[in-house]
């Protein structure tokens, strides 16, 4: 038979112990069935602070500032401190072929006076550096002063722009010089062939276009024959951006009709001290180009206003520096001469001789 076990009455110790280890065991909900993680958010929320009503105003502009900030840094609207070894200044071709020193100088001496108040403009490259969208002589400026006094130039504005197309990089750098540099016809032209033959533009036609978008007809027609000389002429020209406009024109005229050969043995092995000596080389063929006159276009009708007149054999250069050109015209041929030595008593002595030459032909 089992033995009974007898119960007795806890005392005062017992219960105090029996009290304390039901307080150290966690409160279940009411079914039981609490998830741990919701007794973990609802300590959290028990020990949180609540904010008052200025405090979370504050966070809430915060926020909105700080998408702002995002979204004005991706469009490229923040001015930001760049150190100056971190700028690549020949990461693209620049539109200006020669800065006068004056013109640095200048500059210089502005910043010296009342800082940098125009940033650079930059795009982001692969290696972590940036390359110089607008902005060369502050560029370069920035780097004399920064050998002086280190510490007083550590670094330049930039702004750092989106990613560009290659075209656009180039527009981008045109536009700033067309308003701020004195940039010449022929520098103008000269961009849109490099842009061009670098694969920004399918062609130099369309690289005119877009690059000088906001120009008139005329002055792209302009910068077109400009860029003509460059490409027949840019590696033997000494004083290209000496060119005046007028002297440029006249110079794509020439080479339209054919002259570039002789243009280009003019300059050659010539010795030119100045942009006035290399003109004086050229203009006697531009002249040449010039009088001769044109088959008029037969589509346009009407009675021609000139005589036909065509080179049709290379100017020759003779020793003592007169030159010979065979012209055709609609009746005949004529022979031109000209030269320093040239005068009207040479003509009517040769003249004389031609006369007695032709005498003795047979009918």
């Known amino acids: 038979m089992a033995k009974r076990r007898r119960l007795e009455t806890p005392g005062a110790e017992a219960l105090a112990e029996i009290e304390a280890g039901f307080a150290a065991k966690p409160t279940p909900d009411r ?4 998830a741990p993680i919701a007794q973990i958010a609802g300590e959290i929320a028990r020990a949180a602070e609540p904010l008052d009503v200025e405090k979370r105003v ?3 502009r915060d926020s909105v500032d700080a998408e702002a900030w995002r979204h004005a840094n991706q469009q490229g609207r923040v001015i930001s401190d760049l150190a100056l070894d971190q700028i690549d200044p020949d990461y693209m071709m620049r539109d200006r072929i020669v800065v006068e020193s004056a013109e640095l100088e200048e500059l210089k001496t502005s910043i010296l006076a009342h800082g940098l108040r125009l940033p650079i403009e930059v795009v982001t490259l692969p290696d ?4 110089l969208v607008s902005g060369w002589r502050r560029v370069m400026v920035m ?5 002086q006094d280190p510490d007083r130039w550590p670094a330049i504005k930039a702004i ?3 990613p560009y197309e290659a075209g656009e990089l180039y527009t981008a750098m045109v536009e ?3 308003l701020r540099a004195q940039v010449t016809p022929y520098e103008r032209g000269r961009i849109a062939v490099v842009a061009a033959n670098l694969g920004a533009f399918p062609d130099t036609e369309i690289a005119i276009d877009t690059i000088f978008g906001a120009a008139s007809k005329a002055k792209r027609s302009k910068i077109r024959s400009f860029a003509y000389v460059h ?10 951006t000496d060119l005046a406009e007028r002297n440029g024109l006249r110079l794509a005229y020439a080479l339209r009709e054919g002259y570039a050969q002789q243009l280009r043995a003019a300059l050659f092995g010539a010795k030119r001290g100045g942009p006035a000596l290399e003109w004086a080389l050229l203009e006697p063929i531009v002249a040449a180009a010039e009088a001769v006159e044109r088959l008029p276009d037969p589509s346009r009708g009407g009675r021609p206003k000139t005589r036909f007149a065509k080179s049709t054999r290379d100017p020759e250069d003779l020793a003592n520096g007169i030159t010979m050109e065979r012209v ?8 031109r001469l000209r030269g320093t030595v040239v005068d009207v008593a040479m003509v009517d002595q040769l003249m004389d001789q031609l006369r007695r030459w032709l005498s003795r032909l047979p009918e």
């Open 31 to 34: 079914i039981g069935l609490g």
């Open 58 to 60: 504050s966070n809430a």
């Open 128 to 131: 972590g550096r940036y390359g």
């Open 143 to 147: 780097r004399q002063l920064q050998q």
């Open 160 to 162: 750092i722009r989106p």
């Open 176 to 178: 700033e010089n067309e």
């Open 231 to 240: 490409d027949e002429l840019g590696d033997i020209l000494q004083f290209p």
């Open 328 to 335: 055709l015209h609609e009746d005949g041929y004529s022979i």
